[in-house]
């Protein structure tokens, strides 16, 4: 991992160079306004957790950060590049996404793994393809991130011949190996039978550890509290409470936030 | 076995058969590999045909999908034999015109040409919705996933919806390209030396028509025979990655 670049570990937002800023974003689907103006930043190695109920617009915010939804207004910086929209939210250049998408390693509820490639085909795969690493290198890389997630002896295994856990954590190297600024985490242990969430989120743990940047969805309470920096807890597409987790999880200073806590408890 | 072959009167019928004259067993062969020649082609073009329709369809703006729907509702309600005929003289009277409009004569229309043209027309109304239906197959996920990793839509087209789609054209394109085979029969009637075509003329100059057309059914099954073969092969390789519904593991 030395081609890693060297990351500052940041205990809070505040300090640190600025991994990715959020300002105003705002999604509506139709008549439906999903996102009311969310602003966020996140600096190398925060790992801001965002909670909610089912509905709030989690992924949304996630999934408008890469562009796979077009946001409808707002702004985002990726590495201090401002993502160029025009003013309904579509991006004015493709290419432009698609640079920013290889700085984002974003990780599926549903794992998403390449179905017709195996776990060091689905590793390699952007880095190769899309970024241009020669293929040995990747796949000496991809070596050692399967090996990193506990996946060394299932390289040539195909995604349909593994436990959900199994895929996850695959899923996680493949988004290692583009050596993303941010991860973008969408409830990744949601789908998984609950004998299988601690594997993964022991991954996740070390990541966080590593001095990782994270946007973590997650409805693992615990979990948010011991890893995050920041806690944002989002309401109607609406941030009505963040802080640092001790703060939002112990004192939460609205009515709906300590409702949701008791419901999620 | 010779006294056998005797008795049954075959030893004319395998005098008919033979690849040397005055045996007319080459004439056969040569009508199959037009036949085959044809069908690859007629395939082929209508693979290209029905990608671009099935992204078309599924992507196209209202105009292009009105077109396109237009295209395959026609190709799939007439009969073959009449859209052979139709795009095989509109096709020819179009390239006369325009030859004679830029000052050259009449053209001599290459056959294999024309019925790879004609065939691919309508092979790719099919394969336009075989694709379709296995595109939209494909878990949006996986489509998702490497968008979300920055390919460009080409790319992601070429490596990741083509091949994961595979699994759900195969047995679809199979039938399409037996369906291929035995159309090219149906250039019998625009004259082009096709194995059917080549066969009634063996049986009608030798009055032999039980032999012949025996002899060319038993091509056109073991063609069929010899594809079932390399589809399998295919299929098995474009399932890769799948769980056998079988026996739960190759
Ligand atoms: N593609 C879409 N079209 C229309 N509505 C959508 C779409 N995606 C999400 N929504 C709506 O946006 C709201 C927020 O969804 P989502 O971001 O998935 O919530 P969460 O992840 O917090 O559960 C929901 O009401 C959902 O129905
Ligand atoms: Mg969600």
Sequence with gaps: MNSSPARETASGTGAGTEAIRIEGLRKCFGELEVLRGVSLTAHKGDVVAIIGGSGSGKSTLLRCVNFLETPSGGRIVINGEDIKMRADGTPTHRKQIEKARTRLGMVFQSFNLWTHRTLLENVIEVPVHVLGVPRAEAIERARTLLARVGLSEKADTYPAFLSGGQQQRAAIARALAIEPSVMLFDEPTSALDPELVGEVLSVIRDLAAEGRTMLLVTHEMKFAREVASHVIYLHNGIIEEEGPPEAVFSAPKSERLKQFLQTVA | ?250
């Design chain 2, 1 to 250: 076995m010779s006294h056998l072959v005797e008795t049954l009167g075959l030893a004319s019928s395998l005098q008919l058969l033979s690849l040397s004259p005055p045996g007319w067993g080459a004439n056969l062969l040569r009508g199959l590999v037009n036949s085959l020649q044809i069908a690859f082609g007629a395939f082929g073009f209508g693979l290209v045909i029905g990608l671009f329709g099935a992204y078309g369809k599924l992507y196209g703006g209202p105009v292009v999908r009105d077109l396109l729907a237009v295209y395959t509702t026609v190709i799939r309600a007439v009969p073959e034999l009449v859209l052979i005929l139709i795009l095989y003289y509109i096709g020819t009277d179009l390239i006369n015109q325009m030859a004679a409009a830029l000052g050259y004569g009449r053209v001599e229309i290459n056959g294999v040409v024309a019925g790879i043209w004609v065939l691919g027309i309508v092979q790719g109304a099919y394969a336009t919705e075989i694709l379709r239906g296995a595109i939209l197959a494909v878990p949006p996920g996986q489509i998702e996933a490497a968008r979300a990793y920055g390919m460009p839509p080409f790319m992601l087209m070429r490596r990741v919806t083509i091949p994961a789609m595979m699994s759900f054209a195969i047995p679809g394109l199979a039938n399409l390209w037996l369906i291929a085979t035995k159309d090219t029969a149906l250039l019998a009637v625009v004259g082009f030396n096709e194995l059917t075509l080549e066969t009634k003329q063996a049986a009608g100059s030798t009055r032999a028509y039980f032999t012949f057309f025996l002899a060319a059914g038993a091509i056109y099954l073991a063609v069929t025979l010899i594809s079932g073969v390399a589809f399998k092969r295919i299929e098995r390789w474009a399932r890769k990655g799948q769980p056998s519904l079988r026996s739960g593991g190759a």
